[in-house]
């Protein structure tokens, strides 16, 4: 039989107060309260919490206090990541970023999703992997929604809301966003 988390992690219904969720949900927050209150500038200190908060990155994870997350282990960063402030990341599934990926200020990668059947919604939640590949830049106040993948080489435009599927090398803008035409053409 799987655990919550492991409902959680595969992308099927799970209980969110299942006690080690609220235990690894409180052990993010303590790690954020240190990064966005007591740090706040990356120091060496600040860099410490964000390896403990996010373990599975490459190098060059760059957080700009304040962000927020839900448990930061389901976050899997490449080399050359960058989030600028207020950027905000449920990881209740695998967020998989590649490398060389810009985050502009308030961007939202939110995997968590609930049933649309509303006695299921009282008590079950659910969430969907998010994924983004190399060489990405995605524009301030952007929400990414549940379940997206977005390919190598795009750039998803300000205020954008991301609620399909990006193919590799495209610009993408809108709400919802819209592919508006092709980049990286040699």
Same mark, same amino acid.
């Given at each position: ?56 990155? *490459?190098? !060059?994870?760059? #957080?700009? /206090? ?5 448990? +930061?282990?389901? %976050?899997?960063? @490449?080399?050359? $990541? ?56 995605? *524009?301030? !106040?952007?929400? #990414?929604? /549940? ?5 190598? +080489?795009?750039? %998803?435009?300000? @205020?954008?809301? $991301? ?24």
């Amino acid at each position: 039989m799987k655990t919550e988390k492991e409902k959680m992690i595969a992308g099927e219904h799970y209980n969110a107060g299942d006690a080690t969720l609220v235990k690894d949900r409180r052990r993010a927050k303590n790690l954020l309260h240190r990064l966005n209150v007591i740090e706040y500038r990356i120091t060496k200190k600040a860099r410490e919490i964000i390896q403990e908060l996010i373990p599975n990155t *490459g190098a !060059n994870l760059y #957080i700009e /206090p304040p962000f927020h997350c839900d448990y +930061g282990y389901n %976050i899997h960063c @490449g080399d050359n $990541v960058y989030f600028n402030v207020n950027c905000v990341v449920l990881d209740c599934a695998p967020v998989t970023i590649g490398s060389n990926v810009f985050f502009a200020p308030n961007v939202h990668l939110y995997t968590a999703t609930h049933p649309l059947e509303a006695e299921l919604r009282k008590t079950l939640e659910s969430a969907l992997p998010i994924t983004i590949g190399d060489d990405c830049w995605i *524009g301030g !106040n952007t929400v #990414i929604c /549940p379940g997206i993948t977005i390919g190598n +080489g795009c750039v %998803i435009g300000a @205020g954008s809301v $991301v609620t399909k599927d990006i193919p590799e090398n495209s610009l993408a803008v809108g709400n919802p966003a819209k592919v508006i035409r092709k980049l990286n053409k040699e």
